[in-house]
Nanobody, 114 residues
Framework: VQLQASGGGLVQAGGSLRLSCAASGTIVSIIYMRWYRQTPGKQRELVATIDTHHTTYYEDSVKGRFSISRDDAKNTIYLQMNSLKSEDTAVYYC?????????WGQGTQVTVSS
């Protein structure tokens, strides 16, 4: 499985961005797709999850502001990020998980200026 993330950039606090992650390869085995983020010196943090039933999970600090969705026809997941805060600044990573394997895409930088 290959994951291609895009959509990061620089935005002012209070603004919005939408990240995309396109999956290719043996995607039928994928159960969960997730967005993580990481800042320098810190562990990678789970931000949002969506499963094959479109059930979603969010980390507390992004609830009500971020929305994860998937377009199965395009094999793509999205992370709509609204009301962005400076503390959302991080490299965001797309992740796909099957029963046995974890796949990672390249990161995309999100910078929120205050």
């Amino acid at each position: 499985v290959q994951l291609q993330a895009s959509g990061g950039g620089l935005v002012q606090a209070g603004g919005s961005l939408r990240l995309s992650c396109a999956a290719s390869g043996t995607i039928v085995s994928i159960i969960y797709m997730r967005w993580y983020r990481q800042t320098p010196g810190k562990q990678r943090e789970l931000v949002a999850t969506i499963d094959t039933h479109h059930t979603t999970y969010y980390e507390d600090s992004v609830k009500g502001r971020f929305s994860i969705s998937r377009d199965d026809a395009k094999n793509t997941i999205y992370l709509q990020m609204n009301s962005l805060k400076s503390e959302d600044t991080a490299v965001y990573y797309c992740n796909a998980r099957s029963r046995s394997t974890n796949y990672w895409g390249q990161g995309t930088q999100v910078t929120v200026s205050s």
